[in-house]
């Protein structure tokens, strides 16, 4: 499986960005897709995740802010940003999860600052 991200950039605080993420390869009906976010200094954490059959799962910290959506027949994941921090600067990888194996796209890097 291989997974290519796009979306990111540099936002004012209190801007939205949207994330996207595509899988190709060999998908099986059956995956959960999410982003995960790693800043400077700190260790990788998720931010959100969503099954193929409708399932969420936020990071605290995102949640009322962000939101995770999906678009199953492209194999694409959405990330939709609102409401920006400068907390959130980091670089956001996306994640897709099938059978147990784990798969990373390249990150993007998100920046919020004025």
């Known amino acids: 499986v291989q997974l290519q991200a796009s979306g990111g950039g540099l936002v004012q605080p209190g801007g939205s960005l949207r994330l996207s993420c595509v899988a190709s390869?060999?998908?099986?009906?059956?995956?959960?897709m999410g982003w995960y976010r790693q800043a400077p200094g700190n260790q990788r954490e998720l931010v959100a995740t969503?099954?193929?059959?409708?399932?969420?799962n936020y990071a605290d910290s995102v949640k009322g802010r962000f939101t995770i959506s999906r678009d199953n027949a492209k194999s694409t994941a959405y990330l939709q940003m609102n409401s920006l921090k400068p907390e959130d600067t980091a670089v956001y990888y996306c994640?897709?999860?099938?059978?147990?194996?784990?798969?990373w796209g390249q990150g993007t890097l998100v920046t919020v600052s004025s």
């Open positions: 994640n897709y999860l099938q059978s147990g194996v784990n798969y």
């Open positions: 969503r099954t193929s059959i409708g399932y969420t």
């Open positions: 390869g060999n998908i099986f009906s059956f995956n959960v």
